[in-house]
């Protein structure tokens, strides 16, 4: 029993070594393979970095989406108070400032100069306004949008308006770039497939001699095709590995310029890499997809090669 | 060991290889196939390799109806029996302790054995203490012994040659016949096929001659040898 799980262990052991053996006898070939597709997974990866960080940086704008509601003119600033305490019952909102008729001429008359002319109108023209910040859950598109109505729904208001909109249209974005992501990812998985299938057809092709000789002399299908299959997961694995590789150097590269916007706008934002568990989903992914890869195409060629010719 | 009854192959192309080929090899015999080019012979060795599958008639060797074996144990059928060819069919890239070791390893044996048996197999080819060596760096008379000691290394009860020394001079012709006779002394059963017909006269062995697909000079039926039961 220990024996047989001894060689097992054994010849899959000498698979995989052999296999790695192999491709670092070829290595310019092996390079350029193994750059195609790192560089095919990479791309997806830094996506997807790209997009969390762009959703964390718009997180931290969250702050500057507001709503203003301009009141009608003939509502009495009590009325105000009262409406501003009623906003802020409301679930979703963070903070609600009011700047009621009175205090808008007050500001007004003393930081625009025309306080004499506004001293001939008569009466105060400035409408009371409810300035309302929603918390970050309440920051979403569509909270926000509900928030709208809800307020201008109200009798004393006139009209509701959203600042920031921009914040919402981009995290919209955002969630088209995610969608886009995904698809990627799932082509990009393909052609990580159809390359390694590819390598290991040509692979079969020059070695199709020892394959004859192998079948030849009793070795069974699953023996002959076991290296190709590690060859296959290993292509994966490095391949995986040199996307990280090359996701880690944009990000040393990009770090600097980053920082130094984040500043410009008074953020201490920095690039975040990926976490360790998305390192080794990927790696794990890379080394599944070539070894699916090796198996389509050594399955589909390996049957072909007979010892005929004696 | 060997027994074909009224044996037929046709190939995919069309050409009729074997009409009807009865032929009976005992264990421990060594026994010579000859015959013109094309009369048959590589067609014979192949379907005792399980190569090919006989069209009509029934081939049976090592106790196994060839014709009847599924394929998946076509890959140990054929560990059953050691192959040597005219042109050795060696990996070229490979030491000479790999191309010996190949049917051990694809048997599965533990690499104490394989070191061992290989060691045991390139002395009786004499070629021991050249394992590292590369086929190319061998002479031609030896890389044949190379692959006669790939085809005995894992012990088979059979071997079949392919006009093993149609590449050698004389000398080395010699050489490699008298390798097989001394490989039949220990036990094991031997099919040669060749056009060395002086060779075969000279060793006093038995002969089959091949004519246009069947066997010269007796064309009756054998009787059946005992088969194994197929699990």
Sequence with gaps: ?310 | MIYFDRVAKRYANGREALSAVSLRITPGEMVFLTGRSGAGKSTVLKLIALLERPTRGQVIVNGENTGKLPNRKVPAFRRRIGVVFQDHRLLMDRPVFDNVALPLLVADASLREVGKRVRAALDQVGLLGKEQLRPTELSVGEQQRVGIARAIVSRPPLLIADEPTGNLDPVLAGEVMSLFKRLNEVGVTILVATHDVHFVRESGLREIVLESGVVAGSEESLPLPPLQAHR
Excluded at chain 1, 68 to 92: C, F, I, M, P, W
Excluded at chain 1, 283 to 304: E, K, V, Y
């Design chain 1, 1 to 310: 029993m220990i024996g047989a799980l001894g060689r097992w262990v054994g010849r899959h052991a000498h698979a995989a070594v052999s296999s790695a053996g192999r491709l670092a006898r070829q290595p310019f070939g092996t390079i350029l393979s193994v750059l195609v597709m790192g560089l095919t997974i990479a791309l997806p990866l830094g996506l997807n970095l790209l997009v969390q960080n762009m959703r964390s940086a718009t997180g931290n704008f969250s702050g500057a989406i507001g709503i203003s509601v301009y009141l009608h003119q003939d509502v009495t600033d009590d009325k105000a108070e009262q409406l501003a305490a009623n906003a802020r019952a409301r679930s979703g909102v963070a903070r609600v400032q009011l700047i009621t008729a009175t205090a808008a001429l007050e500001q007004f008359r003393k930081e625009s100069g025309f306080g004499a002319a506004l001293q001939a109108l008569g009466s105060n023209p400035l409408p009371g306004v409810l300035s309302i910040t929603p918390t970050p859950e309440g920051a979403s598109p569509a909270a926000v949008e509900g928030l709208r109505r809800y307020l201008a729904a109200w009798p004393e208001v006139d009209s509701v308006q959203l600042d920031g909109e921009w914040v919402a249209r981009f995290s919209a974005i955002l969630e088209v770039l995610r969608r886009v992501l995904l698809l990627a990812a799932v082509l990009f998985g393909a052609g990580v497939v159809a390359v390694v299938g590819n390598t290991i057809r040509l692979e079969i092709q020059n070695r199709r001699p020892e394959i004859e000789v192998t079948k030849l002399v009793g070795g069974s299908n699953a023996l002959v095709r076991r290296p190709f299959l590690y060859t296959g997961a290993l292509y994966g694995l490095v391949s995986a590995l040199t996307a990280w590789l090359v996701i880690a150097i944009a990000l040393q590269l990009l770090q600097p310029p980053v920082a130094q916007l984040a500043q410009a706008y008074g953020s201490h934002f920095r690039l975040a890499g990926p976490t360790l568990q998305e390192v080794g989903i990927v790696l794990g992914a890379g080394t599944f997809l070539g070894w699916l890869g090796a198996l389509l195409a050594a399955s589909h060629h390996l049957a072909g090669i007979e010892p005929g010719a004696l």
